[in-house]
């Protein structure tokens, strides 16, 4: 009867293990720029291929575009560019979202003048060996003159964020059906084991 209570017993929990569900999207990337001081937070991400990198626009004028760490503040050829982004105040309601297609790093920085300067930039993808690094950028920065803008708006995806997300969505039939599984299977454990817990008092009553 003890062997039979404990294997009943260890069911249990595998069985509640089951109903967690995970609500992380670790393919999208969000990254605040200039919420409260001249900054992207985070300024430094690892992305992997396929992700996106979502930016997030403060009060009162930002933007982001893509440079090399040989030139700062000045923008790759083919990279992306949010172009200027006024707010009011707050949080505005576009976003600009970039598609990472490899692992290369990928520097980007505010051309709004002396926000560069004043060390408003990041990178994606870092190099591993700490070869170039965003302290050496933002350094080499403080020297130049003035930020150069790109010619257009390009790279990215530029407008409201889409409202469905996964927490918000209407669970599936289907997931309704998963989730009334496992709480059908949680009741007949428990009922299993009441009913062998009052087979065990019978058997020491009789």
């Known amino acids: 009867m003890q062997f039979l209570i404990a294997v009943l017993l260890s069911a249990l929990p595998l069985t509640l293990a089951h109903s967690s569900t995970s609500t992380a999207n670790p393919g999208v990337h969000s990254v605040s720029v200039g919420n409260g001081a001249l900054a992207y937070s985070p300024d430094t991400i690892t992305a992997a291929v396929g992700d996106t990198i979502e930016f997030h626009f403060f009060a009162p004028l930002h933007s982001v575009a893509q440079g090399n760490f040989s030139t700062p503040c000045t923008p790759s050829p083919n990279g992306f560019f949010s172009g200027d982004i006024s707010t009011s105040s707050g949080e505005n309601v576009d976003v600009f979202t ?26 994606i993808n870092p190099p591993a060996d700490n070869s170039n690094t965003l302290a050496q950028y933002q350094a080499a920065a403080k020297n130049v003159a003035n930020s150069v803008t790109p010619a257009n708006v390009e790279g990215g995806v530029l407008g409201p964020l889409k409202a469905a997300t996964t927490s918000s969505a209407a669970p599936s039939p289907s ?22 817990l009052a087979m065990v008092f019978g058997a020491l009553i009789i």
């Open 175 to 196: 997931s309704k059906n998963a989730g009334s599984r496992t709480g059908g299977d949680i009741q007949w454990v428990v009922f299993g084991l009441t009913g062998a």
């Open 98 to 123: 970039v598609t990472v297609n490899d692992t290369n790093p990928i520097w980007f920085y505010c051309v709004i003048p002396t926000h560069c300067q004043l060390g408003m930039s990041g990178v």
